[in-house]
């Protein structure tokens, strides 16, 4: 793979903030269409430049991730940041790029699972989505996290919100003490800065999914071609709510992918890659 040569653009929104947008074109520089990303939570679009310019290369169309607010040149979070700001958002950046296929992964599923209700999106697709059905996340480990970012206890931040999602594999199944030791050593690390700098993004993302707790029947709005994933390492509860989400629709496809943990769009995974490609030019 080449360097990661992506054309860069802002996006004005609606409540005239700007977002940061990337595109791995294909074919023509000023060519329309094609895939919008959405990413995860505490992380920004630069994790999922490859991911882009692989699967654009696999669809041979344009494919776009932009940075949400409170990253890289976007504008911070508003004060009253919900899901429907990220919901606005979004519709923004496809009037943009004049596509109407999203692929989200972790919040950023969420996201595109409750856009796709609301606006007018044709192909949606998700990776291991962090989404609330009936109650299932609750987050109790919530009030802690959120007391270790205002004190800007980084690592013990980190550490909370690693035991609560699990997302880490078995390193998140650690004592608390222990994982903030390893924090420690970690927020050293280019991705540990990162992860540290996005941590007061956090709070407010994680109150969005669970103050969003819907009933799983009320999705059967969802577009048609709407393609539900999940990696057989990540933690059960992303295919519980897939699997959830999968039973009220009409017309889903749903699927484990083998082999492959929570963060196999910023790896990024070839298995995943091709099954996108596939779902993205039928």
Known sequence: MAALQLASSTVSTKDGATLELFTAPEGSMTA???VVVVH?????????KEFALRLAEALQAPVHVYNRRGRGASSPQPEDYSLATEISDLASVLAHTGSDSVFGHN???CI????????EIGQLAV???IISFEGS???????????AVASKDEEKAL?????????????AKLPLPVLTVLNRIG????VGKVLSRLLPTGPAEIRAVVAADAEAKGFDELPLETLILAGEASPEYFAEAARKLDGVLPASDFDVLPKLAHDAPTRPAKALIDRLAQFFSS
């Not at 996340?137 to 007391?147: C, G, N």
């Open 187 to 190: 927020s050293r690390m280019p």
């Open 32 to 34: 329309r269409g094609g």
């Open 137 to 147: 996340i609750k987050a109790e480990w919530l009030p802690e996290f959120e007391e």
């Open 40 to 48: 995860g939570s505490m992380v920004t679009a630069d994790l999922y």
């Open 112 to 119: 595109a699972l409750h856009a796709g209700r609301e606006l």
């Open 107 to 109: 919040y950023g599923g």
């Open 159 to 171: 550490a909370v919100l690693l035991r609560g999602l699990q997302t880490a594999g078995p390193i």
């Open 127 to 129: 990776y291991d989505p």
